[in-house]
């Protein structure tokens, strides 16, 4: 995208912001429905409906998924997607359906990273999913990840392989899951009885609502029922590429941007420029796509041909996954680490130290050293403050570890290692002096 397109997105994005800044949460989920629906392009979440339409008309179906409340997360503005002068067009080549909450979402054919607050998936008129869009590695930062020009060319990809459906359905079939736990997000136990299948507009439709990270949670919260630790795939869910060395274009459907050393894609054999077309036979469309086949890869042993683009050749290569390769990703950017982080670490978040304030303490680069940001201060976030750690304390040691470099390790060894009653010794550094606390697991 040209910089004066970006300037634009931007001063979009901030006239929008003013403009709903004074608005409840309550406000923006009825206004949203009111502009949406009088403005008659997207059809506002009846989604037997678009299925219909798209049945009807022969046109491919985008569904997209956004969670209105969560303003903070959005990615991509949904004024500026209407508005862009090269998806728009591309738009009107399907039959467009919005969601905005997970209340009834069916959970056998809306399978995706519940940490997004922006999803979209393309469908066929009979369900056979195109590929999906939406992805998030950080908080705050989503350039990387995501954009307006990434967004078009999957839609381009959808529509040509609607165009060619008949000779592509079969591999299409792994885009569609395994039969989930529960039908639809209040059947979890965790949702079950304080949600409807549906949202309250007669009532306070805000708080009806299922957030996609609700799903994530609930998800959790019943394997952790069943079992003392959560299943590896559980806790390390969609891995982001970055996670095997991949570093994609997010203005591309599946570029290789960079290629980082010593991973399993540098030993595979992806360079830079690659356009990899398909990953264990499936066709990609986006970098969420790449994370769904990574998603569903076994977490040990894995073998995922990948059909490459290199120039005017076209080569296959092989992407082998060693035991381990999950933990590489980063999941304490999720939201749903919040609930981790009160399990784990009593409410504490904590943030690597950059190099320059290693130094001026004397910490080696490569020693473990974690930042308190925030301490949870209301129960039941409030154990480590209980324990008596405070803000900018740099945790050193974990239950005895100091190769704990990311909370992330943090999160998953004393998610895997502790249970409900285990008290765990931490050291600190506070005020340049070392203190040993204990923190109870809760």
């Known amino acids: 995208m040209t910089r004066y397109c970006w300037l634009l997105c931007l001063l979009s994005v901030l006239l929008t912001a003013q403009s709903v800044s004074a608005q409840s949460r309550e406000d923006k989920v009825r206004n949203d429905r009111k502009k949406v629906e009088a403005e008659g392009f997207w059809i506002y979440g009846d989604l037997a409906k678009g299925f219909e339409q798209a049945k009807q008309t022969g ?21 500026i997607i ?6 728009r067009p591309l738009l009107d080549k399907f039959v467009c359906v919005r969601i905005v909450s997970t209340n009834g979402l069916d959970l056998s054919l809306f399978q995706y990273d519940t940490d997004q607050s922006f ?8 369900r056979t999913i195109y590929g999906r869009f939406g992805t998030r590695s950080d908080r705050t930062e989503w350039a990387g990840d995501v954009s307006v020009e990434g967004f078009g060319r999957a839609l381009e990809g959808a529509l040509d392989l609607h165009r060619r459906f008949a000779d ?15 039908k639809a997000p209040e059947k979890y136990p965790q949702l079950a009885g304080k949600y409807g299948s549906t949202l309250d507009y007669s009532g306070n439709v805000a708080r009806s609502c299922i957030h996609c990270h ?32 991949l570093i994609l274009d997010p203005e591309q459907r599946a570029v290789v941007k960079e290629v980082t050393e010593n991973t399993a894609a540098a030993a595979a054999g992806f360079k830079s420029g690659d356009v990899i077309e398909s990953l264990a036979g499936q066709p990609l469309l986006s970098i969420a796509d790449v994370q769904w086949v990574l998603h569903h890869a076994a977490s040990a042993g894995a073998s995922l041909p990948a059909m490459v683009r290199r ?32 399990k784990a670490m009593g409410g504490l978040f904590a943030k690597n130290m950059p190099d320059e304030e290693r130094a001026k303490l004397k910490l080696q680069p490569d020693a473990m050293a974690l930042r308190i940001q925030h301490v949870g201060q209301y129960a039941p976030h409030d154990v480590a403050k209980r324990a008596g750690f405070l803000k900018d304390d740099i945790i050193v040691s974990f239950d005895g570890r100091t190769d704990l470099l990311r909370e992330t390790d943090v999160l998953a060894w004393s998610l895997e290692k502790h249970q409900t009653g285990d008290k765990v010794e931490v050291q600190i550094l506070r005020n340049g002096e070392r203190k040993t606390l204990t923190l109870p697991i809760p």
Not at 82 to 87: A, I, K, L, S, T
Not at 221 to 236: A, C, D, G, M, Q
Request: net charge positive.
């Open 82 to 87: 209407d508005q862009h002068p090269r998806v």
């Open 168 to 182: 592509v359905k079969a591999s299409l079939a792994a885009k569609t899951g395994p039969t989930p736990e529960f």
């Open 214 to 245: 609700q799903i994530g949670d609930a998800q959790r919260e019943y394997h952790l029922s069943k079992s003392r630790v959560l299943p590896e795939n559980i806790l390390f869910q969609y891995p982001h590429p970055k996670a095997v060395g």
């Open 311 to 342: 120039g005017k050749t076209t080569q296959t290569l092989t992407l082998k996954l060693d035991a381990g390769w999950r933990r590489k990703d980063d999941i304490a950017w999720r939201a749903s680490s919040w609930q981790l982080r009160r």
């Open 119 to 126: 999803a979209a998936f393309m469908f066929n008129a009979d």
């Open 59 to 79: 046109k491919p179906l985008l569904v997209l998924l956004r969670c209105i409340p969560c303003e903070e997360c959005v990615k991509l503005d949904d004024d």
